[in-house]
């Protein structure tokens, strides 16, 4: 089993839509969470951490559940501009290595 | 621009070559990681070190892959006898984490430096 698995997608959905990701993670140890964002041939970058109490910032809102080990990202109102591939990442506990999901491709179309 | 940088930006080798990239994080990060990404998959972690020393490396990481930071700034990474295999963009991401155990903070990445063995 992969240490952080995500659904590799592609969502395609009408702009104005929203929609949710979900990726699990096997280390039960594990203390931080990340969502990443990277478009096409670019680096990723940092959409959002994760806290334990879910956070949210503007349309995007992530959850953590420990006792099911996933977290997930909500996107409402989806814009053109949110098409691009969503990368979870978990730090192992005991170890400062993020570790990547393959990453959700979203493809937000008019 | 005081974000991660990499150097270069694409490289082609003929297969059996050496070839060696530069990664400059952001100066305060104590952290630096080499990834590798494919296309269609995440970032595959290779390597990281804290400071100048390499703390843990990936099995990843053949023998014909070495990695250093000399000085805790810059990094380099050699692949030595390159194969088609090896083909892939190489990112570089730096932290600044705090000593002991605790929650980490986010990685910046730079550009990658794309790779391809002919």
């Known amino acids: 089993r992969k240490e952080v698995e995500q659904d590799p997608g592609p969502f395609n959905v009408p702009e104005g839509a929203t929609v949710a990701f979900n990726c699990t993670y096997s280390?039960?140890?594990?203390?931080?969470f990340f969502w990443y964002r990277q478009d096409c041939r670019k680096e990723p970058k940092l959409l959002m951490s994760v806290y334990s109490s879910g956070n949210e910032d503007g349309r995007f809102t992530a959850q953590l559940n420990r006792a099911s080990q996933y977290i997930s990202l909500l996107i409402r109102d989806s814009k053109l501009s949110d098409s691009a591939t969503y990368l979870c990442v978990v730090n192992k506990g005991g170890s400062y290595i993020p570790t990547f999901g393959r990453g959700t491709s979203l493809i937000v179309h008019p | 621009d005081t974000g991660v940088s990499q150097d270069p930006r694409h490289k082609i080798t003929k297969r059996g070559q050496n070839v060696t990239f530069r990664c400059d994080p952001i100066?305060?990060?104590?952290?630096l990681y080499w990834y590798r990404q494919t296309l269609g998959q995440g970032p595959e972690f290779l390597t990281y070190f804290q400071n100048e020393a390499q703390l843990e490396k990936s099995r990843l990481l053949s023998d014909r892959f070495s990695a250093e930071r000399p000085k805790g700034s810059f990094s380099t990474l050699e692949i030595q006898r390159t194969e088609q295999g090896d083909s892939a963009m190489y990112l570089c991401?730096?932290?600044?984490?705090?000593?002991?155990?605790?929650?980490?903070?986010?990685?910046?990445f730079g550009q990658g430096t794309r790779l391809t063995v002919v």
């Open positions: 991401a730096s932290s600044l984490s705090p000593g002991g155990q605790g929650w980490d903070t986010e990685a910046f």
């Open positions: 280390n039960s140890a594990s203390q931080s």
């Open positions: 100066s305060e990060h104590n952290r």
